[in-house]
Structure formats: structure tokens, C-alpha cells
């Protein structure tokens, strides 16, 4: 603070004396570019966000809480998604889930996802392996969201 003080006394403008304390501080613009880049508008942004929103879903998925499943699906599919979720809520967990492939769209606004999910049903306890097919959709409303999960391939991937 003593060094803006004698700059500004010195004669060089307020504006002068804020910019070197920004610089000073780090880039100024970071928040800005770090919101750019969660809003999707590029091709290689859209890709970035869909692992993480995949990660989000599988992992409400694992711990059975079906607000946070529902936010990330879109609006035709919430009847579908909404029907798989409470069916298996009282019989199967969820052990573990991995991304095999992700597959995008021209422009990378739609993505197929093939996960690798390991489960038991209760009460049986037996792991189990499937692969679960999953389209997602971009909209720079909503974000990524599903639009069709597939959990009927039985097999193996990877």
C-alpha cells in the first residue's frame, strides 16, 4: 500500500495505481476467462465439461440420491431416467462406474457415453458387470444433460 501512495503522490494517475496493484495480484481477467469456459460456447469447453457432469451423475448414481440425478436429465427423458432410478434404488447398488468411451456430435453439442458399471442387487451381493449406454445432449441453458440411458447391454467393455 506504502508503494501506491507514493506513486499516486508522485503525480501518476488513481488508474495507474490500481492497475499495477491488479497486476500485482494476478491476472485480473481469471474469473472471467474461468466463466467463459464453463458456459460451453467453443467446441473444446463443451468436451471439457461433459467427463465432469458424467463423474457428477454416476456419482449421485453410487450414492443413491435421486435430486442431483434428475437435475442433469433433460426434460423428455425425466419419466425414463426417473422410473430406472427408483426401480433400482431398493435393489442394486452401485459399485463402480467407468468411463470407457465418449463418443461427440458434430460441433460437440450431443455425446454418446459407454460406462463399465460394476453392481450387486440386493440381496444377493454377487458383483456384477454391464455396460451402460448414455446420450447426452448440450444446451447453453442447461448445460449437459441425458437424454437416453440404456442399462439393458449386457457385457463387457475395456
Same mark, same amino acid.
Given at each position: ?8 503522490? #508522485? ?34 469447453? %463443451? ?8 463423474? %457428477? ?9 435421486s435430486g442431483p440425478i434428475m437435475e442433469m436429465v433433460d426434460e423428455p427423458a425425466k419419466k425414463q431416467v426417473s422410473q430406472q432410478v427408483a426401480e433400482a434404488t431398493d435393489v442394486e447398488r452401485v459399485v463402480e462406474s ?19 458399471? #460394476?453392481?450387486? #442387487? ?7 458387470? %454391464? ?9 447453453? *441453458? ?6 437416453? %440411458? *440404456?442399462? *439393458? ?6
Amino acid at each position: 500500500m506504502r508503494i501506491c501512495v507514493r506513486v499516486v503522490s #508522485r503525480g501518476v494517475s488513481v488508474g495507474v495505481a490500481v492497475l499495477l496493484m491488479l497486476s500485482l495480484s494476478g491476472c485480473f481477467l481469471a474469473p472471467f476467462i474461468g466463466a467463459f469456459k464453463q458456459a460451453g460456447v467453443t467446441q473444446s469447453d %463443451r468436451e471439457a465439461l461433459l467427463p465432469k457432469d458424467v463423474k %457428477r451423475f454416476t456419482d449421485a448414481l453410487f450414492w443413491g440420491t435421486s435430486g442431483p440425478i434428475m437435475e442433469m436429465v433433460d426434460e423428455p427423458a425425466k419419466k425414463q431416467v426417473s422410473q430406472q432410478v427408483a426401480e433400482a434404488t431398493d435393489v442394486e447398488r452401485v459399485v463402480e462406474s467407468k468411463v470407457v468411451s465418449i463418443d461427440f456430435g458434430d460441433g460437440s453439442y450431443t455425446a454418446q457415453v459407454d460406462l463399465k458399471v #460394476r453392481y450387486y #442387487r440386493v440381496p444377493y451381493y454377487m458383483v456384477q458387470d %454391464r455396460v451402460e449406454i448414455q446420450q447426452w445432449q448440450f444446451s447453453f *441453458n442447461d448445460g449437459w444433460q441425458i437424454t437416453d %440411458r *440404456n442399462l *439393458n447391454t449386457p457385457g463387457k467393455l475395456g
